[in-house]
């Protein structure tokens, strides 16, 4: 069960338990009523009540109700980066789905999260706090209570998370760097994908170029790999793959 404590200053001698919870742990009024209910909340660990005050010097204790997950444990490979008693980051493998889906009904990070859960002796409620598509490889933000999922999303929310995605595209940028200021939304055609639509959700995508398509040509010349071709997949490629043939021809 994870916990947070807090030691009391003299300046919260005014201030209700309640009102501690939602200054110094900045607690959602709904974590609040939950605690109360189960009696999480403990002041030199013994249990309090809300509307009870404390003094300079108390240590002040949350501790989080259990809960559980109910994902049918599997033995998939996880790449754990970081844990401790609220979170756990992940580096999701491409071709793994996040949670169970109609499509996707086992095999998927979740499943794994359960298997990694049941050999560590632990069980919380996988809280994803962010998502990455199946063919993407990444990092993925597992919160262990409501706390910590509320509070990384609010960051989320205040625009002080920045994420970054490396990717291979077609085409060739004309410029190095740059801004694509585009609205995009759900593709009526497609469930799964998003597109640039008049009537879309604003979208703000800032690119720098780190390697341009004759990077990979030389590759091939640096590994002395022989008999490749270059595979030109739709319009808009012609100078990508002039440049890479112009690096190992």
Request: proline share 4%; charged share 30%.
């Amino acid at each position: 069960m994870s916990h947070q404590i807090y030691t009391l200053v003299q300046e919260d001698e005014e201030l209700y338990i309640k009102e501690l919870l939602q200054r110094r742990f900045h607690f959602s009024s709904r974590l609040i009523r939950k605690l109360k209910i189960e009696g999480g909340v403990f002041v030199n660990d013994q249990p309090v009540r809300l509307r009870q005050k404390g003094r300079a010097g108390d240590v002040l204790s949350v501790r989080f109700p259990r809960e559980s997950s109910y994902f049918e444990p599997e033995d998939i490979s996880l790449d754990v980066v970081y844990e401790d008693d609220d979170l756990l980051v992940v580096n999701k493998q491409p071709g793994l789905v996040v949670h169970p889906t109609k499509n996707y009904q086992t095999g998927t990070l979740a499943n794994a999260l359960a298997f990694f859960m049941q050999q560590s002796g632990k069980n919380y409620k996988v809280r994803f706090v962010n998502r990455l598509d199946r063919d993407t490889s990444g990092l993925i933000l597992i919160a262990k209570n409501a706390h910590c999922q509320k509070h990384i999303s609010d960051q989320m929310d205040r625009k002080q998370v920045r994420k970054c995605y490396r990717a291979i595209i077609h085409g060739q940028p004309e410029q190095e760097e740059g801004i694509i200021d585009l609205p995009i939304d759900k593709d009526p055609d497609h469930a799964a994908r998003r597109k640039v639509m008049d009537q879309g959700y604003p979208s703000v995508t800032r690119y720098r170029v780190l390697e341009r398509s004759s990077w990979f040509a030389e590759l091939y010349r640096h590994d002395n790999l022989t008999g490749g071709h270059i595979i030109k997949l739709g319009p808009g490629n012609d100078a990508a793959a002039l440049e890479a043939l112009a690096a190992w021809p």
